[in-house]
């Protein structure tokens, strides 16, 4: 199983930002996607998450402001951030899991290896 995240990069605060995951070697429509964030000294954190059934769910430090999608037939899950903030900045990680998984990290399935966002002010 592979996810390979895209997308990251250097941007403004106000700014966007598009990031994507490629999954491979799953059966990826049975899958809850996420993406967790991991800042500098800090544990990693859950951001957003989309379920099989395409329901979706988010971190409140990101709500109204991010977006999780997925396509099915693409083997793949995108996070679009919108109006980025300097605290936002962290390595973001694409996770796939068999459930909702905002807490016990040892339940996700497979990992990416990682993405970075970083938000100047």
């Known amino acids: 199983v592979q996810l390979v995240e895209s997308g990251g990069g250097l941007v403004q605060a106000g700014g966007s930002l598009r990031l994507s995951c490629a999954a491979s070697?799953?059966?990826?429509?049975?899958?809850?996607m996420h993406w967790f964030r991991q800042a500098p000294g800090k544990e990693r954190e859950f951001v957003a998450a989309?379920?099989?059934?395409?329901?979706?769910t988010y971190a409140d430090s990101v709500k109204g402001r991010f977006i999780i999608s997925r396509d099915n037939a693409k083997n793949m899950v995108a996070l679009q951030m919108n109006s980025l903030k300097p605290e936002d900045t962290a390595v973001y990680f694409c996770?796939?899991?068999?459930?909702?998984?905002?807490?016990?990290?040892?339940?996700?399935?497979?990992w990416g290896r990682g993405t970075q966002v970083t938000v100047s002010s």
């Open positions: 989309i379920r099989w059934s395409g329901s979706t």
């Open positions: 070697g799953l059966v990826f429509r049975t899958y809850d």
């Open positions: 996770a796939a899991a068999r459930g909702l998984i905002r807490m016990n990290l040892d339940d996700v399935n497979y």
